[in-house]
Every structure is written in structure tokens, then in C-alpha cells.
């Protein structure tokens, strides 16, 4: 929510994003896998910091 709310994401990046999240990682989605999918998107490193944060 961060991300869109910076305006590094607009509403449909961001829903894509969270469906290719889900689709692709069994489990609880970490700040480090959101990284690593916006990362092979294109999309620059966003320079959030923090440990495993857990997002779903």
C-alpha cells in the first residue's frame, strides 16, 4: 500500500503485482518477495528498508 500511496505504483501495477504474488509464492508474501518481483518487472529498487516484513 506503500508503494502506491508514494506513487511508485499506480492501482492496476499495484493489483498486478499482488496477483502475480499470489500466483507465484505459496505461503505468506514478504517485502523481499514483492522486491524481487518488481525487480523482473522493471520496476527501480524503491529503497524500503526492513527485515522479512510480512505482508500477507
Known amino acids: 500500500m506503500a508503494l502506491s500511496g508514494s ?3 499506480n492501482a492496476a501495477e ?3 503485482l499482488i496477483e502475480r504474488a499470489l500466483s507465484q ?3 505468506r508474501i ?3 518477495d514483492l522486491r524481487v518481483l518488481m ?3 522493471g520496476y ?3 529503497g524500503l528498508s526492513g527485515d522479512n516484513v510480512t505482508v500477507h
Open 7 to 9: 506513487g511508485l505504483l
Open 14 to 16: 499495484l493489483e498486478h
Open 25 to 27: 509464492i505459496d505461503g
Open 30 to 32: 514478504a517485502l523481499d
Open 39 to 41: 525487480e523482473g518487472a
Open 44 to 46: 527501480p529498487d524503491d
